[in-house]
């Protein structure tokens, strides 16, 4: 695990510097959307349209991935509520002399 | 530290009177920047944390007794699916539509431009993010509520 750690931060020698014009994406992409994102997702604000239109699938579950997350949030904090439903429960109450849970 | 903690609310006169104009102020302004999320910075994710701070505000304010509107925990989760439902939904039209998926071009809807209706696909996608953003924060904070309220009851059953 640290070596694979360790060769992942090794990679990031090789990046390309951030702002590089003569990166490969900003060499083909970045002037496309620039250029087309106007006509094409007919909003006049550069970043909706990529994030919307044409990163559309990435946002699709990006929104997914935050519900799923506040949901386990949720049913994290909510597991030990109800009396006597939850395995955390019985397991205090045994220590405490009295079993409720089961 | 009695039961009920965070049922109480916790505004004086101040707070009680100056969140009649926060808080209609503060969802107009969520809803403003979901419907102009297309011209200027802003968009669902954003809408939706403010909308979402306008009801946690009441409830906090007003507390569980006498607030003006709340949303439950239970329909805030199936809010939150809803809300990401509804986008799902706009990239299942566009594939009912003759097209791919999430792609604009061709949902089912008489317009003239394609522009126009890249600008209706965005806007419905950015209404399943707001509303999806919404209504997960305002479950979490009904969660946290409900839990504290449970473990200040379970000191009181030991004690």
Known sequence: MTVITVLFCACTVFLPPIGDPNSAPNQHVTPYYIENSAEDTGSPNIVTGTLADYRGFDTLWETSVMFVSGLTACLILMANTEEGKSVLKGRKNKKGGENRGQ | ?159
């Not at chain 2, 903690?5 to 006169?13: A, E, N």
């Not at chain 2, 809408?47 to 569980?64: D, F, N, P, S």
């Not at chain 2, 439950?72 to 706009?90: D, L, S």
């Not at chain 2, 522009?115 to 419905?124: F, P, S, V």
């Open chain 2, 1 to 159: 530290m009695g039961n009920n903690r965070l049922k109480k609310p916790f505004g004086g006169i101040v707070l009680d009177s100056s969140f009649r104009i926060i808080i209609p102020f503060t969802l107009v302004y969520g809803i403003y920047i979901l419907t102009h999320g297309e011209f200027s910075p802003g968009g669902g994710f954003q809408a939706g944390a403010l909308l979402a701070v306008g009801i946690v505000l009441v409830r906090l304010i007003q507390g569980a007794d006498k607030e003006s509107f709340n949303v439950p925990g239970p329909i805030a989760i199936v809010c939150a699916g809803v809300g990401t439902f509804i986008y799902a939904a706009t990239g299942w039209l566009t594939l009912f539509g003759g097209g791919q998926f999430l792609d604009y071009s061709y949902l089912p809807v008489p317009m003239e431009h394609l522009a126009e209706l890249h600008a209706l696909g965005i806007l419905m996608i950015e209404i399943g993010v707001t509303v999806c953003v919404m209504m997960t924060i305002i479950d979490i904070m009904d969660a946290i509520i409900e839990r504290l309220d449970d473990d200040d009851k379970e000191v009181d059953y030991h004690e």
